[in-house]
């Protein structure tokens, strides 16, 4: 029976922490996870307005196997700067790609940002380093604050308030599979039939509550000159013992949860990109069969896994995020009248 980790985010993933740092003038912030040990990682980017860093260097055919730090970010082009503060904190702290006999280090930090820009007192958030340094000291391995903070805090989903949500799920196989993900859609989670969240059938244990339930009326939305101003990113993240080719293939799969529980998803006005993490800390299920190799079912799961972890992650930050910067949050917005002739009411 599938049931969430004790905290139901990523950091149920052994060998993670996260941090965050939110600037509630400014409406934006950054999130960091940390690998300290490292992880091998992969990526998948399908929105056509991607912001990225050390994308490149996941691609299965590249050098490095281990990853040390993912950031996300608001602040579109300038948050990825971001980053910058969490490799100089990491080299601090000795941790890194090793470059010599000496100790050197080349932190690895892939990132992504998405656009919240002129939703703060000024158009462009005095985002840095200093945010990057400021989310890695802040890192912890315990429940990971959702709503509007860090990468979360200037998000905005399809007209209502969008923010920093996660999740998690323990398999059978005693594997782990969590997700993090800011919500900055031009889509909406809303089917526009029932007013309700569109992925609501996922939840686990009761862990949106009684009020996800309900059906509400959709914000007009896209106003005019908005379309722009979008971009959902997030991770996903097991303790299982993966190759690169094989989180890529996980942060492939994870993508249809964010498809499935936004929609439209991977627009020409969306960045959406997701980073998968594997920190090995559990050797992967293995399950002979006639086609692939034996690690093909398990990496099959998780990546079911992964998805549904990242549709609840997407409705858990919109849940935990309040009205703020004139956008409604999920529970400003009007009740739905009943109609007596339609099924979902």
Same mark, same amino acid.
């Given at each position: 029976?599938?049931?969430?980790?004790?905290?139901?985010?990523?950091?149920?993933?052994?060998?993670?922490?996260?941090?965050?740092?939110?600037?509630?003038?400014?409406?934006?912030?950054?999130?960091?996870?940390?690998?300290?040990?490292?992880?091998?990682?992969?990526?998948?980017?399908?929105?056509?307005?991607? *912001?990225?860093?050390? =994308?490149?260097?996941?691609?299965?055919?590249?050098?490095?196997?281990?990853?040390?730090?993912?950031?996300?970010? *608001?602040?579109?082009?300038?948050?990825?700067?971001?980053?910058?503060?969490?490799?100089?904190?990491?080299?601090?702290?000795?941790?890194?790609?090793?470059?010599?006999?000496?100790?050197?280090? /080349?932190?690895?930090?892939?990132?992504?940002?998405?656009?919240?820009?002129?939703?703060?007192?000024?158009?462009?958030?005095?985002?840095?380093?200093?945010?990057?340094?400021?989310?890695?000291?802040?890192?912890?391995?315990?429940?990971? /604050?959702?709503?509007?903070?860090?990468?979360?805090?200037? /998000?905005?989903?399809?007209?209502?308030?969008?923010?920093?949500?996660?999740?998690?799920?323990?398999?059978?196989?005693?594997?782990?599979?969590?997700?993090?993900?800011?919500?900055?859609?031009?889509?909406?989670?809303?089917?526009?039939?029932?007013?309700?969240?569109?992925?609501?059938?996922?939840?686990?244990?009761?862990?949106?509550?009684?009020?996800? =339930?309900?059906?509400?009326?959709?914000?007009?939305?896209?106003?005019?000159?908005?379309?722009?101003?979008?971009?959902?990113?997030?991770?996903? /993240?097991?303790?299982? =013992?993966?190759?690169?080719?094989?989180?890529?293939?996980?942060?492939?799969?994870?993508?249809?949860?964010?498809?499935?529980?936004?929609?439209?998803?991977?627009?020409?006005?969306?960045?959406?990109?997701?980073?998968?993490?594997?920190?090995?800390?559990?050797?992967?299920?293995?399950?002979?069969?006639?086609?692939?190799?034996?690690?093909? =079912?398990?990496?099959?799961?998780?990546?079911?896994?992964?998805?549904?972890?990242?549709?609840?992650?997407?409705?858990?930050?919109?849940?935990?995020?309040?009205?703020?910067?004139?956008?409604?949050?999920?529970?400003?917005?009007?009740?739905?009248?009943?109609?007596?002739?339609?099924?979902?009411?």
């Amino acid at each position: 029976m599938n049931r969430p980790g004790p905290h139901n985010c990523i950091t149920d993933v052994a060998g993670l922490k996260v941090g965050s740092y939110t600037d509630r003038q400014a409406l934006c912030g950054c999130t960091v996870t940390l690998c300290p040990a490292g992880a091998v990682a992969g990526v998948d980017v399908r929105g056509a307005a991607p *912001g990225t860093r050390e =994308t490149d260097l996941l691609d299965p055919v590249n050098l490095v196997e281990r990853v040390h730090a993912i950031c996300l970010s *608001g602040g579109s082009v300038y948050g990825l700067a971001c980053a910058d503060g969490v490799v100089r904190w990491l080299g601090g702290q000795g941790i890194g790609f090793p470059l010599d006999d000496q100790g050197h280090v /080349a932190p690895i930090v892939p990132g992504a940002v998405l656009f919240d820009l002129g939703r703060g007192a000024e158009f462009v958030p005095p985002v840095g380093p200093d945010w990057g340094r400021a989310a890695c000291e802040a890192a912890g391995a315990g429940p990971v /604050a959702l709503g509007c903070v860090g990468a979360g805090t200037g /998000a905005v989903a399809g007209g209502m308030k969008g923010g920093l949500g996660s999740a998690s799920e323990a398999l059978e196989s005693g594997v782990t599979v969590g997700a993090l993900v800011a919500v900055n859609s031009l889509g909406s989670l809303l089917d526009p039939a029932s007013g309700r969240f569109w992925e609501l059938g996922l939840e686990l244990e009761g862990e949106f509550g009684e009020r996800a =339930t309900q059906a509400k009326e959709l914000p007009p939305w896209p106003p005019q000159a908005e379309p722009a101003k979008n971009t959902t990113i997030g991770m996903v /993240a097991t303790d299982a =013992t993966l190759n690169k080719a094989q989180c890529a293939k996980v942060a492939q799969m994870a993508q249809d949860g964010l498809a499935r529980a936004i929609r439209p998803a991977h627009t020409m006005f969306d960045g959406d990109t997701i980073f998968a993490l594997a920190t090995g800390e559990r050797s992967l299920p293995s399950s002979p069969g006639v086609f692939g190799p034996p690690e093909a =079912t398990a990496v099959t799961e998780i990546g079911r896994a992964a998805a549904d972890c990242l549709s609840r992650a997407i409705i858990r930050a919109v849940l935990a995020a309040e009205g703020l910067g004139g956008w409604p949050a999920f529970s400003d917005l009007s009740p739905r009248q009943a109609n007596p002739f339609t099924r979902n009411g």
